[in-house]
C-alpha cells in the first residue's frame, strides 16, 4: 500500500511539474510593458505588432484539442490542490520556499544572460546568488544589495535563440506542458540541463521536488490564469496571443 501511495505522488507531483507553464505566464504580463497588462484578451488583435507579425499556427485544431486537456488539468487537478496547500501554508511561508528555488535556478538566468552578452545582468545574478545563499538563509529572504537594477532576470534559452535571430517557428500547444513554439520547445529542453533540481537522486526525488515547486508557486498566483481565460471572446485565442506577445517582447529587452 505504501508504494502505491507513493507512485502515485510521484505521478501527480509529474502533472503538476509540467502543467504549469501552460499558466505561468499570466502573472508574467502584469508585470511586462513597465507593468502594464497588455489587452491580450481583446476581440481584437492583441497589438500592431501581432497584426503585422501574426502567430503561425498550422495546427491549431490539434492545438485547440490540447488547450482545453491542459485547461481541464489545471481546473481539475492544479488548482484544487494548490487552493488546498495555500489554506494549510501561510502566505509568507509559501514566498520563502518561491524565494528558495528562484535561488537554486539562478545558473539558468546566469548562462543565458552570458549567451546573450549580457554581462551586467550575469554579474547581478551571481552576486545575489551569493548574498541570497549566505546572508539570505539559503535564498530564503532577497536581500536588496542593488537598488538601481532589477533583482533577477527571467533569461531562458529560447530568449537567447530569439536574441540570435532564430524565429520562433509554429505555434504548439503541448499536452501537459502548455503553450509554446517550435524555437521556445528546444531552449526548454537545453534549459533542463541547467536546472540543478534534475540532478537530484534518484529521478523521483527530483520530480516531487519540481512538483512541491509548481504547487507553491501556483499557490501564489492563483487568479491569473482565470482572469486572463474569463474575460476572453476566445479563451485558446487569448492564450495564444499573450504567451506570443509576452515571449517577443522579453526577447526585445
Known amino acids: 500500500m505504501?508504494?502505491?501511495?507513493n507512485k502515485l505522488v510521484i505521478?501527480?507531483?509529474?502533472?503538476?511539474?509540467?502543467?504549469?507553464?501552460?499558466?505561468?505566464?499570466?502573472?508574467?504580463l502584469k508585470t511586462a510593458d513597465n507593468g502594464a497588462t497588455p489587452a491580450v484578451?481583446?476581440?481584437g488583435p492583441a497589438n500592431a505588432q501581432a497584426e503585422d507579425n501574426p502567430t503561425v499556427d498550422p495546427f491549431e485544431?490539434?492545438?485547440?484539442?490540447?488547450?482545453?486537456?491542459?485547461?481541464?488539468?489545471?481546473?481539475w487537478a492544479l488548482r484544487p490542490v494548490s487552493k488546498t496547500y495555500a489554506y494549510l501554508v501561510p502566505e509568507w511561508g509559501r514566498v520563502r520556499v518561491r524565494n528558495i528555488?528562484?535561488?537554486?535556478?539562478?545558473?539558468?538566468?546566469?548562462?543565458?544572460?552570458?549567451?546573450?552578452?549580457?554581462?551586467?545582468?550575469?554579474?547581478?545574478?551571481l552576486g545575489h546568488f551569493v548574498v541570497n545563499s549566505t546572508v539570505g538563509v539559503a535564498g530564503m529572504f532577497e536581500i536588496p544589495w542593488d537598488t538601481t537594477e532589477p533583482k533577477v532576470s527571467d533569461?531562458?534559452?529560447?530568449?537567447?535563440?530569439?536574441?540570435?535571430?532564430?524565429g520562433e517557428g509554429f505555434y504548439i500547444v503541448l499536452p501537459v506542458l502548455g503553450p509554446s513554439n517550435l524555437r521556445d520547445s528546444v531552449g526548454l529542453a537545453g534549459d533542463l540541463f541547467l536546472d540543478p533540481v534534475n540532478y537530484v537522486t534518484p529521478n523521483s526525488a527530483a520530480i516531487e521536488i519540481h512538483g512541491y515547486d509548481r504547487v507553491n508557486g501556483t499557490s501564489l498566483r492563483i487568479g491569473d490564469y482565470e482572469e486572463l481565460i474569463e474575460s476572453a471572446v476566445?479563451?485558446?485565442?487569448?492564450?495564444?496571443?499573450?504567451?506570443?506577445?509576452?515571449r517577443r517582447s522579453r526577447i526585445k529587452e
Open 61 to 75: 485544431p490539434f492545438n485547440r484539442l490540447f488547450f482545453q486537456f491542459n485547461d481541464k488539468l489545471y481546473y
Open 2 to 5: 505504501k508504494m502505491k501511495i
Open 11 to 28: 505521478f501527480f507531483s509529474f502533472l503538476f511539474f509540467l502543467a504549469l507553464p501552460q499558466f505561468s505566464f499570466a502573472e508574467e
Open 101 to 125: 528555488f528562484r535561488n537554486i535556478t539562478m545558473p539558468v538566468r546566469f548562462v543565458n544572460s552570458l549567451l546573450q552578452f549580457k554581462v551586467n545582468g550575469a554579474a547581478r545574478e
Open 234 to 246: 476566445d479563451p485558446y485565442t487569448a492564450v495564444k496571443d499573450a504567451y506570443t506577445q509576452n
Open 41 to 43: 484578451a481583446d476581440k
Open 155 to 166: 533569461e531562458d534559452l529560447g530568449q537567447t535563440l530569439g536574441s540570435y535571430g532564430v
